[in-house]
């Protein structure tokens, strides 16, 4: 079955970092687009990085400098790597699995996990 | 342009038809993919590119573009299609982003 598990979110305080797991079954990360997408409260959904199965990286303008993005493909998880941290990063962090590997169609999502920024 | 425009809320019948729709400039390059968001779930995959449901979605949820803009369609909306619905696509800008559009609350009364 392929499954995606993120864990890894917690409280933390302004300018500090936090990294961020999702751990995949059913399929090798380092096959896929894979990518992170976040939700504030009470807020729509807000695209913030994606790596290609090639290993290239983009981000959104909003976390660029800031986030990175990796996976192990041993273990086959990916990571989105947040640095300063800023209280308009607090959000539901999801990880999905592009099913078609070009157009970031999500078509597997995780059940995300909650990141608050607050001192 | 990196911006996706949706109606904040929409509203349908029970059993009746209701169009979503989705504008923005990067429509006119790349097909867009619709997600059904309920309270406390994680966003799912209704209907993606030209015309595919992913395995499990009912036929009643459809999708068409045309220039600019995108719509999903349900026909004979249910009780369990009310949710948030967000559009999203590729940036046509050459930026290899992502865009989502603000989401449409969809009420089935």
């Known amino acids: 079955e392929v499954q995606l598990v993120e864990s890894g979110g917690g409280l933390v305080q302004p300018g500090k970092s936090l990294r961020l797991s999702c751990a995949a079954s059913?399929?090798?990360?380092?096959?896929?687009?894979m990518s992170w997408v976040r939700q504030a409260p009470g807020k729509g959904l807000e695209w913030v990085s994606v790596?290609?199965?090639?290993?290239?990286?983009y981000y959104a303008d909003s976390v660029t400098g800031r986030f990175s993005i990796s996976r192990d493909n041993s273990k086959n998880i990916l990571y989105l790597q947040m640095n300063n941290l800023k209280s308009e990063d607090t959000a539901v962090y999801f990880c999905?699995?592009?099913?078609?590997?070009?157009?970031?169609?999500?078509?597997?999502w995780g059940a995300g996990t909650p990141v608050t920024v607050s001192s | 342009s990196s911006e996706l425009t949706q109606d904040p809320s929409v509203s349908v019948a029970l059993g009746q038809t209701v169009r979503i729709t989705c504008q923005g400039d990067?429509?006119?390059?790349?097909?867009t993919g619709w997600y059904q968001q309920k309270p406390g779930q994680a966003p799912l995959l209704v209907f993606y590119?030209?015309?595919n449901r992913p395995s499990g979605i009912p036929d009643r949820f459809s999708g068409s573009s045309s220039g600019d803009t995108a719509s999903l369609t349900i026909t004979g909306a249910q009780a369990e299609d009310e949710a948030d619905y967000y559009c999203?696509?590729?940036?046509?800008?050459?930026?290899?982003?992502?865009?989502f559009g603000g989401g449409t609350k969809l009420s089935v009364l």
């Open positions: 999905a699995r592009d099913l078609t590997d070009y157009y970031y169609y999500l078509g597997v």
């Open positions: 059913g399929f090798p990360v380092s096959s896929s687009y």
């Open positions: 790596l290609y199965s090639e290993g290239n990286a």
């Open positions: 990067s429509l006119r390059n790349y097909y």
């Open positions: 590119g030209v015309n």
């Open positions: 999203s696509s590729r940036d046509n800008s050459g930026s290899h982003r992502g865009v």
